[in-house]
């Protein structure tokens, strides 16, 4: 399922870039082995999307792109969006 390849490529992008820093190491590995040997169907990629609510994109310009990377790939797989209200936190 090319899909879920996209996915799971996203997912390693967004552990690269720390956007995961908050959780512990044994939740990143796990994270890490679903990557690997996780279901190619839509309860595994929708187990992506929720992790992927859970990040920190609100660090730096940088997190803040991938935010946008990862709401457009949300949009394409028509799921909710990331809700930005935080961002009015960081401009006030």
Request: charged share 25%; glycine share 8%.
């Amino acid at each position: 399922m090319e899909t879920y390849k996209q996915i799971v490529y996203h997912t390693g992008i967004l552990i690269q870039h720390g956007i995961f820093n908050h959780l512990s190491e044994a939740e990143i590995s796990l994270i890490r082995h679903q990557m690997i040997y996780g279901a190619d169907n839509l309860a595994g990629c929708k187990s992506f999307f929720r992790l992927w609510r859970t990040g920190d994109y609100c660090r730096g310009i940088s997190e803040l792109q991938l935010l946008q990377k990862t709401n457009g790939l949300l949009l394409k797989f028509g799921e909710q969006l990331i809700d930005e209200d935080f961002l009015e936190e960081i401009i006030d």
